[in-house]
């Protein structure tokens, strides 16, 4: 009996970790925010194929349920993501869906430019200005890369970020100790003090640069470049 319940135990030990770990990364670099417009970022992952895959279908679906029911008029949703695996940007991809699946016909925006998580950032925050509130949607590990990321290029647009429904206990509760182990890889370049301070240190702390701060793409003249697309409500900031 001893020898089938140390496994289980052992199992059950890893389940809880794995748990914990992406709870805690969900609550890092948050405040409570205030005001009434929202503006949610939907990372993009790698999708070679011509059909949005399972990890970016996941992150749609998290990022539709982050709209604040009371802010839904007043919420635009940014998927951001270029063709790094394939042929169409993962940013389409994810409207795709998020249209055509899910029949959300709220404010939809696409960032169709970028190719890494400190370029997701860079590129969006031109659409970040006139948010009360942003929240950034992905695995916990990853928006919290992208966050502590926010906070190193926009302080002032960092202390903005509110918690996002991207996860939920029991939600791939199997494979959350593997998403655990790649988090803490993921976020070797992010510093503990990034990761456990609070936003209201953004105003004392200063952020660490990373390299130049810039992106291959850069925002100079972004709303006029073709990877930008919105839809005809959206008045910009």
Do not use: C
């Not at 994810?94 to 699946?101: G, L, N, Q, R």
């Amino acid at each position: 009996m001893r020898r089938r319940t140390g496994p289980a135990m052992a199992g059950a030990a890893i389940l809880v970790w794995g748990e914990w770990l992406n709870r805690r990364w969900s609550r890092a670099l948050v405040g409570d925010g205030e005001g009434d417009s929202e503006a949610v970022v939907v990372l993009g992952y790698r999708n070679p194929q011509a059909t949005v895959n399972l990890v970016n279908r996941w992150r749609v679906r998290a990022g539709i349920r982050s709209v604040s029911a009371d802010r839904a008029r007043d919420t635009r949703v940014i998927f951001s993501g270029g063709a790094v695996g394939g042929a169409v940007p993962e940013a389409r991809l994810m409207a795709d869906y998020a249209k055509s699946v899910l029949g959300f016909d709220g404010t939809l925006l696409l960032e169709e430019q970028s190719a890494t998580t400190w370029e997701n950032i860079t590129n969006v925050i031109p659409l970040l200005e006139g948010a009360d509130r942003i929240k950034i949607v992905s695995q916990p590990a990853h928006a919290l890369k992208a966050r502590a990321y926010l906070r190193r290029q926009r302080p002032d647009l960092a202390r903005r970020l509110v918690r996002a429904d991207d996860y939920r206990p029991g939600e791939w509760t199997v494979v959350k100790p593997l998403l655990a182990l790649y988090g803490l890889w993921t976020l070797r370049g992010i510093k503990a003090g990034e990761r456990k301070v609070s936003l209201r240190g953004l105003e004392t702390v200063a952020p660490p640069r990373r390299g130049s701060g810039r992106s291959r793409h850069g925002t100079p003249g972004f709303r006029g470049t073709p990877g930008f697309r919105g839809t005809p409500g959206f008045r910009g900031n």
